[in-house]
């Protein structure tokens, strides 16, 4: 019977699929989504007409030529009001199983009506949304004509967050060097190797696994040894108000994560350097040497993917 499942495994995950036996998953080279929806959501995501003073967009906090994330500490919205938490990337952001720091909605549709709304962000409302969109000539065309949509006489707010939400969904950045390599497209050099070997046996994996490396699961932020808790950040605590969700985030992607510097909810690392000793220090407990926190960063590059597919068109 053993024997059996045996070759029935050998069978299903033959040696070039290497992922079937690995905890990280490949992203998919050609994510599904609506093409006519993203393109208007393309459009959107860089347009500062959906912000009050009509100064931001999306893109001015996720920079899409980059990261997808904010290189600043804390990202301004209109007027200059600043944030309370480091920007995310938006790439492969369909993969998290909630968005957020704290996982506070569960799609990206409703998270898309977020940053609209935050006085801190956009500062808009459903009303002027839709005012804004309707007046311009240029979202007439856009939304007109199109299959996707049974043009009614007006722009919905709705229409507009789904075509953002459906832009969001294109942000996926495949066929990094490691995801060849999973594939059994590529090796890893020795170094590389080690570094990913380093990275399971010190027990990084744990909390960053699965197609995102990351975005799965809540995690402490000083899981062995605490951090300091301040409770301007948005944590999974000022969702839950329960005592052991305090510092408690979403385990963020490590994907490109060698793009989208500085990393933590509170900006205290700015160097990859800086953020692996401390991962070591407050979530494994112990400190790590120079030489391993090289092969994990020589790893770590590794997660660089390609630029995603939309923004070549
Ligand atoms: C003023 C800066 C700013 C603007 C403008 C902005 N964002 Fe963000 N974005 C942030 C910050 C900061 C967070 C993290 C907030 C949190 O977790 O509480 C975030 C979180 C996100 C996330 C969640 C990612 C994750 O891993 O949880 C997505 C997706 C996102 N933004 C997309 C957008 C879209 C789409 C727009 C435009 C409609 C937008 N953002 C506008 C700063 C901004
Ligand atoms: C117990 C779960 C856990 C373990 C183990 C863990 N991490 Fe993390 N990791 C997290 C959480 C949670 C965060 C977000 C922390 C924050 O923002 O305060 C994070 C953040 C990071 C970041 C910054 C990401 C960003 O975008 O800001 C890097 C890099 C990182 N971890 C690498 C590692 C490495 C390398 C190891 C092993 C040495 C490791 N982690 C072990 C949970 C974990």
Redesign the pocket.
């Known amino acids: 019977m053993i024997c059996l499942l045996f070759v029935c495994l050998t069978y299903l995950f033959p040696a070039g699929l290497l992922w079937a036996r690995e905890p990280i998953e490949p992203l998919p080279v050609q994510p599904e989504y609506d093409q006519q929806k993203a393109a208007i959501g393309k459009v ?2 860089s347009d500062p007409i ?2 009050q003073d009509r100064s ?7 920079n899409i030529f980059s990261s997808g994330a ?1 290189s600043r500490s ?5 007027g200059g ?1 600043a ?8 790439f492969n ?1 369909r993969y ?1 199983f ?7 909605v569960d799609s ?1 549709k409703e ?6 709304h ?1 006085p ?3 500062a808009m409302d459903k009303e002027k949304v839709e005012q804004r969109i309707n007046a311009s000539k240029k979202y007439q065309v856009l939304f007109s004509n199109k299959e996707c949509y049974q043009f009614s006489d007006s722009i919905t707010y709705d229409m507009v ?1 789904e075509a ?2 459906e ?2 969904k294109a942000l996926v950045t495949p066929n990094s060097k490691f995801d060849r390599y999973l594939r059994g497209e590529e090796q890893l050099s020795q170094l590389e190797a080690s570094g990913y070997q380093l990275f399971k046996n010190l027990g990084c994996v744990t909390c960053h696994n699965g197609v995102n490396i990351g ?1 799965n699961s809540f995690q402490k932020m000083g899981t062995i040894i605490p951090y300091a808790y301040k409770e301007v950040y ?1 944590d999974r605590y000022s969702v839950t108000q329960k005592e052991y969700h305090k510092n408690v985030f ?1 385990v ?2 490590l994907r490109n994560i060698a793009l989208s510097a500085p990393y933590f ?1 509170d900006a205290s690392a700015k160097t990859l350097d800086d953020a692996i000793k401390a991962m070591s220090h407050h979530n494994l407990g112990y400190p790590i040497s120079d030489q391993q926190v090289k092969k994990i960063i020589i790893f770590l590059n590794t997660l660089t993917g390609d630029k995603p597919a939309i923004l070549e068109q």
């Open positions: 959107l995501f959906l912000s931001i967009s999306c893109a001015s906090c996720h904010d804390v990202s301004l919205g209109v009001v944030g309370d938490v480091q920007s995310p990337t938006v952001s998290n909630k968005q957020f720091w704290n996982g506070r990206l998270q898309a009506g977020e940053p609209v935050n801190a962000e956009m967050i953002i939400a832009f969001e975005g948005p979403k963020p992607t909810h």
